[in-house]
């Protein structure tokens, strides 16, 4: 297989397009597999189907499907060194996971919810994702296709929680977003200095279809936000990027925008995550729960349960100062009632 990392993968897909800015940041040699032609089928199934699907070999040797970015990432970290995406000060390492886990699982929500919720974004993602996995295909071939994609998809809103209710929460969340980080742009430009992090492959992922594919946000973005778009265009491809161990923030000199980032965190993911977690713990049929005064109902996502459970973990890693540290930096945020011990007094 040679010593190119293979993953399979579509431009449609965000977190596919995480991860190969990703791996040109870290100069990772790959080869992205995107259609069935190009398809290897020397290549394992993965358990899940998910994209990207990644094929890394285990301590023998032999290639496994994995899916998952974040995992995937840290795996990476284990087998490449050189340019890591992953702060030093577990301070900041701490914020780079909760900042990648907001864009994974809240900011795909906006990514979702505009590409499947409007006429026009549902025409343009109808009629172009059929066409990345099969070039020579004729219009006639593609319709069915487009048809089929875009009733599955819409048919699975449901999973991000989009829907008439939600509809103007998921917008306004995009919308505060596009303020607080064309400001801290200013002052990075990436999340957590200049060099970037994991969280800023996880932002530029979804940010990737929001800036420049689906039509809705696209306007938005660029009417609100040109550094946004600007920056998700340079993101792409970090590679001749030449990062320092100094370009990170110094956790006592962290500017402000940075801490408006974690109120809109607060303001709008923990709220949701703890009520899912909620309604999974109790086999719930929905979730129903208040973000920003205004309803918010979705239907259960397990994988969001184990998501809050992976936050806890970096958060119990945490030891002495680090901990005081993160505590008083989230004071106010809303998102320390992640970490509050259920039942306890704090
Ligand atoms: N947590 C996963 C999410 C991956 C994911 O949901 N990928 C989408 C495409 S962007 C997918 O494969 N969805 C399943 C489908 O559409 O059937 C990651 O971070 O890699």
């Not at 990772?28 to 998910?50: G, N």
């Not at 048809?147 to 969340?173: C, H, K, M, W």
């Not at 792409?236 to 030449?242: H, N, V």
């Not at 184990?306 to 901990?323: H, I, P, T």
Request: with cysteine; charged share 25%; proline share 7%.
């Amino acid at each position: 297989m040679g010593d190119r990392v293979a993953l399979k993968g579509a431009p449609g897909s965000p977190y596919t397009r995480k991860m190969l800015a990703l791996l040109r940041y870290r100069q990772i040699p790959y080869r992205l597999i995107v259609s069935s032609s190009q398809a290897d089928d020397r290549l394992p199934e993965p358990k899940v189907a998910l994209l990207p699907t990644f094929y890394l070999p285990d301590a023998s040797g032999e290639l496994h499907a994995v899916v998952d970015s974040t995992p995937i990432i840290r795996t990476l970290e284990e087998q490449y060194a050189g340019r890591s995406v992953i702060p030093t000060d577990p301070v900041l390492a701490f914020l780079d996971y909760l900042i990648e886990d907001y864009a994974d699982e809240w900011l795909t929500k906006a990514m979702f919810h505009y590409r499947w919720y409007y006429a026009a974004d549902i025409e343009r993602a109808g009629s172009i994702l059929p066409r990345w996995r099969s070039l020579t295909a004729t219009d006639e071939e593609i319709a069915p296709m487009s048809q089929f994609i875009s009733e599955r998809q819409i048919s699975r809103l449901y999973v991000v929680g989009s829907n008439d209710t939600t509809a103007p929460v998921i917008e306004d969340s995009y919308k505060r977003f596009l303020d607080i980080f064309r400001a801290h742009i200013a002052n990075g430009p990436f999340v957590l200095g200049e060099r970037p992090g994991a969280a800023d492959f996880g932002l530029f992922g979804q940010l990737t279809q929001l800036t420049a594919f689906d039509p809705t946000p696209m306007a938005e973005t660029l009417a609100r936000a040109p550094q946004v778009y600007a920056w998700t265009s340079v993101v792409e491809d970090l590679s001749g990027l030449e990062p320092t161990a100094d370009d990170w923030f110094d956790r006592d000199e962290l500017p402000t925008t940075l801490n408006e980032l974690l109120a809109e965190i607060g303001r709008v993911y923990v709220p949701a995550l703890l009520a899912n977690a909620a309604a999974v713990e109790a086999g719930s049929a929905s979730v129903t729960t208040q973000i920003e005064g205004r309803p918010w109902v979705q239907e259960p996502f397990p994988y969001q349960a184990k998501c809050l459970q992976w936050l806890r973990q970096q958060y119990v890693k945490l030891e002495g100062e680090d901990r005081a540290f993160i505590d008083s930096l989230l004071e106010g945020t809303g998102i320390e009632l992640l970490f509050v011990k259920p039942g306890s007094a704090n």
